[in-house]
């Protein structure tokens, strides 16, 4: 019987498509290669942590705002970058709005 990856490991990873998240424009170029000892070789492509904050705060779910609270805790956004990825998001004026004043609460 084998072992589950996150017991093997000591995490978590799900590989998900690009469609699967909304991503400000220009994501692709931002992505950081994971690549050591421990990837056998293999490269891990991620989302730069501001893209990933911007998609966490679009789904919105319980877990992702908990996610992000813990992100400006740890100082690993800054305000102004993520105001600027929000701009270049493609979703509504009432989505921006509200995604707007979810960055600024956390920030405070």
């Known amino acids: 019987m084998s072992v589950p990856f996150h017991e093997l490991h000591g995490y978590y990873a799900q590989g998900v498509g690009p469609e699967t998240a909304v991503l400000p424009d ?5 992505l950081v290669s994971i690549d ?3 990837t056998n070789g293999v490269v891990g492509l991620c989302l730069e942590v501001h893209d990933l904050a911007i998609s966490k705060l679009v789904a919105s779910r319980p877990k992702d705002l908990e996610f992000i609270q813990e992100l400006v805790r740890c100082e690993m956004i800054e305000y102004q970058t ?6 270049k998001t493609d979703m509504s004026d009432a989505e921006r709005s509200r995604i707007k004043s979810r960055i600024d609460v956390n920030f405070r």
Do not use: S, V, Y
Not at 82 to 87: G, H, I, K, N
């Open 26 to 30: 220009g994501w692709q170029d931002r």
């Open 36 to 38: 050591n000892e421990n």
């Open 82 to 87: 993520m105001l600027t990825r929000l701009a």
